[in-house]
T-cell receptor, first 117, second 116 residues
Framework: AQKITQTQPGMFVQEKEAVTLDCTYDTSDPSYGLFWYKQPSSGEMIFLIY??????QNATEGRYSLNFQKARKSANLVISASQLGDSAMYFCARRSPSGGATNKLIFGTGTLLAVQP | GAVVSQHPSRVICKSGTSVKIECRSL??????MFWYRQFPKKSLMLMAT?????????EQGVEKDKFLINHASLTLSTLTVTSAHPEDSSFYIC????????????FGPGTRLTVL
């Protein structure tokens, strides 16, 4: 099965420091998309950042950046200058293979990030 | 932009009753909507994909007669849990894709269903 692996079930980070959340994936598709979502305790899933497999540059969105290493099939999320409000569950996801599918997302198991003051 | 609403946010019902959950894209037309289920401290599990005007595509192991999905318009999809039982208690969350031609799915705030 083509799956997404997040090896860190939980992470601690000090406020104002940077943190990297790991994500690796399996795929045999030449074209795919990678997403990161944040889920605070309220339950909503908040879209953070997207990386296309053919994008030449790593994606960035404010304090979020994606360390995309295509050969290693990894798409780690880097959060700079952590804030207390960043404490949440973070999910990595990949758009499923095309070929008639409606671009389903396959999610990793998530990483729980706790930002300490 | 790209706001998705879900209603109700929380529902408690008796075993054997049916519950309808609505998912709306508020500021874009969603050609495709997705329904997920999430157990505590677990990842999201895709239940079904619905395209406007056609039948939903269910994932393996999801009972289509149990979880009825209707996508009547480009801004509304509904999930009806029929004859709910306690094991159906879960967090149900929808997402919508469309608008601006991207693959990004935007999620609703979720519905917590408790069946007594």
């Amino acid at each position: 099965a083509q799956k997404i692996t997040q090896t860190q079930p939980g992470m601690f980070v000090q406020e104002k420091e940077a943190v990297t959340l790991d994500c690796t994936y399996d795929t045999s598709d030449p074209s795919y998309g990678l997403f990161w979502y944040k889920q605070p305790s309220s339950g909503e899933m908040i879209f953070l950042i997207y990386q296309g497999s053919y994008d030449q540059q790593n994606a960035t969105e404010g304090r979020y950046s994606l360390n995309f290493q295509k050969a290693r099939k990894s798409a780690n999320l880097v959060i700079s200058a952590s804030q207390l409000g960043d404490s949440a569950m973070y999910f990595c996801a990949r758009r499923s293979p095309s070929g008639g599918a409606t671009n389903k997302l396959i999610f990793g198991t998530g990483t729980l990030l706790a930002v300490q003051p | 932009g790209a706001v998705v609403s879900q209603h109700p946010s929380r529902v408690i019902c008796k075993s054997g009753t049916s519950v309808k959950i609505e998912c709306r894209s508020l500021d874009f037309q969603a050609t495709t909507m997705f329904w997920y289920r999430q157990f505590p401290k677990k990842s999201l599990m895709l239940m079904a994909t619905s395209n406007e005007g056609s039948k939903a595509t269910y994932e393996q192991g999801v009972e289509k007669d149990k979880f009825l999905i209707n996508h009547a318009s480009l801004t509304l999809s509904t999930l009806t849990v029929t004859s709910a039982h306690p094991e159906d208690s879960s967090f149900y969350i929808c997402s919508a894709r469309g608008g601006r031609g991207t693959d990004t799915q935007y999620f609703g705030p979720g519905t917590r269903l408790t069946v007594l």
